[in-house]
Structures are given as structure tokens and as C-alpha cells.
């Protein structure tokens, strides 16, 4: 195949159209992941009535803000007594890591103008984690909008339900609320484990989490255990990340 027509999207198996059967795989792997992610929103909900925030302050602030961990931090600072600034301060620093996801999803959404300040408010965890498993962009594309416009219409929704019953729930954990999310990025990362690259970043990423949760703030950790994509890709050389030629467009 010749460089000219490798770099059109029509012939390029990066950009190779879905297949119907793919498609649905691809519908049905972002609606698993954002409804068991979207139901963890009504703990928010709950959480930031407990926290003195009012139903209205507590939907606002699922909507505009729409990150979990940095949602979780300010309402846990503010329900501790803790000052506006601190909340933000720390919430800031949660976020951080969209902005590291931002430099992965960018390159497989492509996306300008309007559409790309909508793709930079869904770049979440979940949203990303499904992109970047794909074996495609446009595989990559669909996972990415389903499962971030999935997550941020229940997540909202829960977060309304939430605020609304308050207390009456109890604890996320009883109902097994805390785990879903957890689950769901079980399930996806699995079957990525087929090389001893990514087996080795998981055990270490596994060993800095468990390491550091104890000691630092929630979500800190998280931001961490991207030292050890960095540590295995720099010591791996890249091989790994070897393309093929008719891969360079």
C-alpha cells in the first residue's frame, strides 16, 4: 500500500468503518460501564446534601464539575469543616489527571470548536478506558462519546436522586454502590494483560497504590500510578510501542 493511500481514513485500518457486530460490542461495553458508574452518583447525591450543600448547589456542581474523585474531595472537605480554597485546591489536583487522559483522547477523537470543549468535559476515566481498548479509531470514537455522554446522564441523574433521599440510603457500601465502578474497570482492563509490559505496569501500579493510600489524600494515589506507565515505558525502550510502517500516515 502506498503512503498516499494509507493516510486516507476510507482505506487505513486505523480508521477502518465498524461492523455492525463490532459496533453493538463497542454500545454494549460503554452502556455496561456507564451505568455501573452512573449509579455510584447517587452517593454523591447523597454525600453533598450531608456535606450543607443544597440540592441545586449539589446537582451544580455534578454538572460543571462532572469528576468524580474531585467531586468526592470537595464535599468530603467542605462536610469536614475544611475552607472553599482547600476544597479547591484539592479538587484542582484530582483533575490533573484529565488532563494527562486529554493527550491520549485527543489524538483518536480529532475533534474542533464546540465539540471539542464537550469532548474535554466527558474526558473522564471511564471515558477514556474504553477509547483507548479499542482496536480502531472510529471504535475508539464511538466508546469514547457513548460511554462519557452514558456516564453524564446518569451520573447527574443519580446525583438528583441522591440529594433528594439523602441519609435515608446510608452507606454507598451497603448496597455495593462503591464497588461497581471498580468492577466495571476490572472487566476492562483484563483482557489488555496479554504482555509482560502491561502485566509488570499493573503489579507496579498495584504495589504504588497500596503504598501510598494509606498516607495521602483519596485520589492521590491515582495520579501516582501514572509513574508506572512512565517507569515501564522508559525502561522497556519503547518496544512495545513499535508500529508498523503502513501504520505511518
Do not use: K
Request: zero cysteines; glycine letters at 12%.
Amino acid at each position: 500500500m502506498s503512503a498516499a493511500a494509507a493516510g486516507h481514513e476510507g482505506e487505513h485500518a486505523a480508521y477502518a468503518p465498524l461492523a455492525d457486530e463490532q459496533r453493538r460490542a463497542v454500545l454494549r461495553q460503554s452502556l455496561s460501564v456507564g451505568v455501573a458508574t452512573g449509579a455510584y452518583g447517587i452517593s454523591f447525591g447523597a454525600l453533598g446534601v450531608a456535606s450543607g450543600l443544597s440540592i441545586l448547589q449539589t446537582v451544580a456542581l455534578s454538572v460543571l464539575l462532572f469528576s468524580g474523585g474531585s467531586q468526592f474531595a470537595v464535599v468530603g472537605i467542605l462536610g469536614a469543616g475544611g475552607t472553599g480554597p482547600a476544597a479547591v485546591a484539592t479538587s484542582t489536583l484530582l483533575g490533573l489527571r484529565n488532563g494527562l487522559y486529554a493527550l491520549q483522547t485527543s489524538r483518536i477523537l480529532g475533534v474542533a470548536g464546540l465539540r471539542r470543549l464537550l469532548a474535554a468535559h466527558v474526558t473522564i476515566d471511564e471515558s477514556t478506558a474504553v477509547a483507548v481498548g479499542q482496536e480502531n479509531r472510529h471504535a475508539g470514537r464511538l466508546g469514547f462519546w457513548a460511554t462519557g455522554l452514558t456516564v453524564f446522564a446518569l451520573w447527574n441523574l443519580m446525583t438528583l436522586v441522591g440529594a433528594y433521599v439523602g441519609n435515608a440510603l446510608g452507606e454507598p457500601e451497603r448496597w455495593g454502590l462503591d464497588a461497581a465502578a471498580a468492577a466495571a474497570f476490572t472487566a476492562l482492563l483484563w483482557p489488555r494483560l496479554r504482555s509482560r509490559d502491561a502485566a509488570a505496569t499493573m503489579v507496579l501500579a498495584v504495589a504504588i497504590a497500596l503504598l501510598t493510600s494509606p498516607l495521602l489524600p483519596v485520589g492521590v494515589p491515582v495520579i501516582l500510578t501514572v509513574l508506572a506507565a512512565a517507569v515501564i515505558g522508559l525502561s522497556g525502550g519503547g518496544r512495545h510501542e513499535r508500529v508498523d510502517p503502513e501504520d505511518v500516515a
